[in-house]
DNA sequence: CGGATTGGTTAACGGCGGTTCACACCCGGG
DNA sequence: CCCGGGTGTGAACCGCCGTTAACCAATCCG
């Protein structure tokens, strides 16, 4: 069941093979999840969205629980690989690196607003065992950051830095709050830009 | 038991009589709903984190959602409040309005973490004329930002602007996510460079 | 004093929603 | 042609939880 060709999910993406059943259903929980929260979103409703009834839902996944459970730790894995990524084709220049990993990190934003608000939101409906894990690989990509803020900033301590690196997400995640309005490319200069101000402040 | 000004926080009470057994309630449920979300908390546990049953609950309260009702609406109106406070107290140089509305958020953020989780979490398990009213509240408090961001970007847009302003309070209310480490006044002076930077990016 | 008010309690009700069940298709291969 | 696995359906089950009901203790006040 681990899905080996797992690089190629992007939420709105609906070419190539058809999208299997499973992955429509994923994609469609994401978005209701992202828009109300993964416990007010019923089974019924995620398999409507689909054109299916409530329980057709369980053919492809043990419980909603187990859903969510995947989104989330594919979410982690995405931004985990693409971020290392992105760091290890900057060179070794942290400037670069920092260049890198936001632009990287405002693309995933604006493309996945679902998954964004589903992953901050929706972490503590997990069961233990699967929290631990989707943490794990957030705690192992904020590091990804951290490692590159520290080289920018020689004189700042481990917990500066993680903290600052939490505020870049907080800044480069807000998109999904401010719905709409402004076309994309001008909402990727603009966050990358304060973001690129904001990390190196 | 009612020891009072234990850890408390400098939360939710409008009229700062003592602690009813009310604020009692909407201070123990924004802490309860900060961690697991509204829909996951049940009367019973609200009750019982101020050592009573969940029907209790009903004598001061019209229903669990009036409770998140009230809880949102004076957040909202206190940033409201406040920001446009602060906007006029700081004279007519707009990077000193700057200046005071980070000062102020930051201040917010860092005193009340439960609150600003559950503003932006759970705005949606509101019914819609009250979720109507908190966001029309929210405008107007981002309004008061845009004014002011306006005069420091003249070339921009109020699109661009507000975008800012969405940006600015992701990278602020970031607190609760980055839990601890680092003490009060380093996050503090960290958030506050870091949103001032990118406000004027 | 004593009745009304206030703030509790326990028990029960009722709906919602996740999950299971028994059954019905469709379809590909022996 | 038929058999079996994958997929979907409607009905039923069941536990949880918000809410209400009925009853009780204390306190306030005329």
Redesign the interface.
């Known amino acids: 069941m681990t899905s080996a060709r797992a690089g190629q999910d992007a939420a709105l993406h609906a070419d190539a093979e058809r999208p299997s059943r499973r992955e429509q259903i994923l994609q469609a929980a994401a978005q209701l999840f992202a828009?109300?929260?993964s416990?007010?979103v019923g089974v019924d409703d995620v398999g409507a969205a689909v054109g299916v009834t409530g329980p057709a839902i369980y053919r492809h996944f043990a419980s909603k629980d187990a859903m969510l459970a995947e989104m989330l730790l594919r979410i982690s894995e995405r931004l985990l690989e693409g971020g290392s990524e992105r760091v290890a084709d900057a060179g070794d220049d942290p400037a670069a690196q920092l260049r890198a990993l936001v632009a990287f990190q405002v693309d995933f934003a604006l493309d996945n607003p679902a998954l964004i608000t589903v992953q901050?939101?929706?972490l503590?409906?997990l069961t233990e065992a699967d929290a631990a894990q989707v943490r794990r690989l957030q705690r192992r990509y904020v590091e990804v950051w951290v490692g590159v803020l520290a080289r920018l900033h020689p004189g700042a301590d481990a917990?500066?830095c993680?903290?600052?690196a939490?505020?870049?997400?907080?800044?480069?995640?807000?998109t999904p709050?401010?719905a709409g309005?402004?076309n994309r490319p001008?909402?990727a200069r603009?966050?990358a830009?304060?973001?690129?101000?904001?990390a190196?402040?």
């Open positions: 828009e109300r929260g416990r007010a901050d939101r929706d503590g409906s917990a500066t993680r903290a600052r939490h505020a870049i997400f907080g800044l480069i995640n807000s709050h401010s309005r402004l001008a909402m603009l966050l830009d304060m973001a690129q101000a904001a190196t402040a």
